[in-house]
């Protein structure tokens, strides 16, 4: 349930810009009438309404996820709030500037983030980040959760510079492909591979025999 929650604006935001571009006249003519007032100049054009319309989708995916976690009682992860504030203000500008640049920088933004995250954490506190969080579930030695670290560090760096790659070098539908599921697609391929070096290096748990 939560990997759907996690997925789902990222799946609105496909398909939203998806149909929306089947049909920019009438994406254009919505997106007019019903937010030209969050618009500078308050008119929104063919080329730009599908973006448009998929970030408005998009940010309000995210706050209703986060709304719907709170109501629930639920924790609301620090990652889930850096996204929203990205989302929110770099679609903002993406809203009323009418351009699709700031919400493709948003991505890579949040690509960062994370990989300082990872990077500054044993430098400011002294611990691992990720052992923190997977720590309870796993023992490894010490040099593997640095190399691990180290990984994670990398990943998401050569993500933010991949996202933008695509976003200069493509059009747009093409790098909304991307963010909805070629994005997904490479996390999948790194955390098997994870899988597979956690595997080589997991302490074996003792029975109560050895003991």
């Known amino acids: 349930m939560k990997i759907l929650l996690d997925f789902l604006p990222i799946v609105l935001f496909f398909l939203t810009f998806n149909q929306a571009e089947k049909r920019p006249d009438e994406a254009a003519t919505l997106a007019t009438d019903w937010f030209g007032f969050m618009i500078s100049g308050g008119a929104v054009g063919p080329k730009e309404a599908p973006v448009l319309l998929a970030t408005i989708v998009v940010i309000l995916a995210t706050v209703l996820q986060v709304v719907y976690l709170k109501l629930r009682g639920q924790k609301v992860d620090t990652m889930l709030w850096i996204s929203l504030g990205l989302v929110t203000v770099m679609g903002g500008a993406t809203i009323y500037f009418h351009s699709e640049t700031f919400i493709k920088w948003k991505p890579s933004v949040l690509y960062w983030v994370m990989a300082a995250a990872f990077w500054l954490s044993p430098i400011l506190s002294?611990?691992?980040l990720l052992k923190m969080m997977m720590g309870e579930q796993i023992e490894l030695p010490a040099f593997?959760?640095?190399?691990?670290?180290?990984a994670w560090i990398a990943f998401f760096s050569v993500m933010g510079v991949l996202n933008l790659w695509i976003a200069y070098t493509y059009d747009t539908s093409t790098w909304v492909t991307f963010k909805s599921f070629g994005g997904?697609?490479?996390?999948?391929?790194?955390?098997?591979?994870?899988g597979v070096y956690l595997s080589r290096h997991l302490k074996?748990?003792?029975?109560?025999?050895?003991?």
């Open 126 to 128: 002294g611990r691992n």
């Open 184 to 194: 997904m697609g490479l996390m999948l391929v790194f955390m098997v591979a994870q």
């Open 144 to 150: 593997a959760w640095r190399n691990l670290n180290l």
């Open 204 to 211: 074996p748990v003792e029975s109560d025999e050895t003991r």
